[in-house]
């Protein structure tokens, strides 16, 4: 009897995946096709439904509308250039699809992708663990996703309101001390979290308003959190988890970085100019004019005496002297670069662009997809990029720098690539 059960139990299951499959796999006979919507990025990636490429009927703006037969269908898109991508779809009376190609010359080769919560803005690679963390900007907290097989994902909720106020920005890794800074820019905080566990253990207001960027000294005594709406910078005593200091600057801060020799250099992102702080004295010493623009991260090689700064304003990407504090060269690479990664020997600089704004809200879906570029420090000229999605923001390189990580914010979506090919002849 236990036989039979088992057998007939297999055979009701086989017939009911049968079934399902013939559902979703067959296609609707007559009536109306399907309205396909769909953007692409390059622009000129055509669609083939088998050997049949399909025409657009109809046009608006990087839109295209295709007329595909309703039911489950395996499409194709390729391009000059770029390796073609099959789109499994349940096609319905209409679908809306955004997609990319990738480079065949490219030397960056995709990972994988995986969702996030709402708005991720800031992320990391864990110094220990087998697993990428992301700040949500419109979620309660960090994700964390296990790499690298970017499943499953975990949110750890932060905030200390009963409401669950938003507004996660920024991490700093404190690994003498065990910890990791988070900060959140609603609620005028950093939230410090054991690094083995992710549990939060400490949480300090500012005394700023909007928190963006953390960073710290060699020897962690101090932290520095630059303040978008109060136009200052906290500085932290660590230890006793306790603002010490408060320094005005003369527009609004952002990206900070700091030299083993205890200067700690402020992008403005308004008027455009580089601050420099001694952190000995707690005072503004120097002011860079590199406005007007929109200075947001930068980057220290201090074995070159370099320091890297992005421009969202100008698109442009400027080598600094540390020596003399003035700059060496500038590169345009695109419309809206956001963050900075160098990779630890100095060769090779990774920027995120964000692309062109919506007209209207730049929390609305823009006319392109953002990129990351690589820039060639030495010549100081790009030598490969990849398409991003909406809004490629937040960006890292994993410990190993065998791997590079970004968020693209208004998809809710995290990419992985491997960059260990750039080092290959």
């Known amino acids: 009897m236990e036989r039979r ?9 086989f017939v009911s995946l049968v079934g399902a499959f013939s559902l979703y796999g067959a296609e609707e006979k007559g009536g109306e096709p399907g309205k396909l919507v769909i953007r692409t990025f390059p622009l000129d990636a055509e669609l083939y ?3 049949e490429r399909l025409l657009p009927a109809e046009r608006r703006a990087e839109w295209r509308t295709y007329l595909v037969p309703k039911g489950f269908q395996v499409l194709t ?60 900007l419109g979620g309660f907290g960090i994700d964390r996703i296990f790499f690298p097989a970017l499943v499953p994902r975990e949110t750890f909720r932060l905030s200390n309101s009963k409401q669950e106020v938003t507004g996660f920005v920024e991490f700093c890794s404190f690994p003498k001390r065990g910890e990791i800074w988070v900060s959140q820019m609603l609620t005028h905080e950093v939230h410090i979290l054991a690094m083995d566990t992710l549990q939060k253990i400490g949480t300090i207001p500012v005394q700023g308003v909007w928190p ?11 932290a520095y959190v630059s303040n978008w709406e109060s136009r200052s910078i906290s500085v932290i005593d660590t230890e006793r988890r306790k603002v010490i200091h408060l320094i005005p600057v003369s ?47 930068i980057v220290l090689d201090e074995h070159r005496d370099l320091a890297y700064v992005s421009d969202m304003a100008t698109g442009l990407v400027t080598k600094l002297s540390l020596k003399k504090d003035k700059p060496i060269a500038s590169i345009w690479v695109g419309s809206n670069p956001n963050t900075l990664a160098l990779t630890t020997d100095g060769r090779f600089l990774f920027v995120s662009i964000r692309g062109r704004n919506h007209p ?27 398409w991003g999605r909406n809004q490629p923001t937040g960006l890292t390189l994993s410990p190993d720098h065998r791997y590079m990580a970004f968020t693209d914010f208004l998809d809710d979506n995290l990419e992985v690539y491997d960059i260990s090919q750039l080092y290959q002849p």
């Open 5 to 13: 059960s088992k057998a007939c139990n297999f055979f009701v299951l």
């Open 49 to 51: 439904r088998g050997s």
């Open 77 to 136: 898109l390729r391009a000059a250039g770029y390796q073609e991508k099959k789109l499994h779809i349940q096609m319905s009376s209409s679908l809306e699809i955004e997609e990319k190609l990738e480079r065949t010359d490219s030397r960056l080769k995709l990972v994988g992708e995986t969702p996030t919560g709402r708005w991720p803005k800031g992320v990391m690679f864990h110094p220990n663990e087998p697993f990428i963390l992301v700040t949500l």
């Open 212 to 222: 963006k960027v953390i960073c710290t000294d060699l020897e962690e005594r101090y």
């Open 251 to 297: 527009g609004i801060p952002r990206g900070l970085a700091l030299t083993r020799g205890g200067i700690l250099y402020v992008c403005l992102y308004e008027p455009g100019d580089i601050e420099l702080i001694d952190t000995k004295t707690f005072t503004r010493i120097k002011t860079i004019p590199l406005g007007p623009g929109a200075k947001r991260h």
């Open 360 to 386: 209207e809200d730049y929390q609305k879906k823009g006319p392109e997809f953002g990129k990351i570029v690589v820039i060639d420090t030495g010549s100081f000229g790009i030598v490969d990029w990849v």
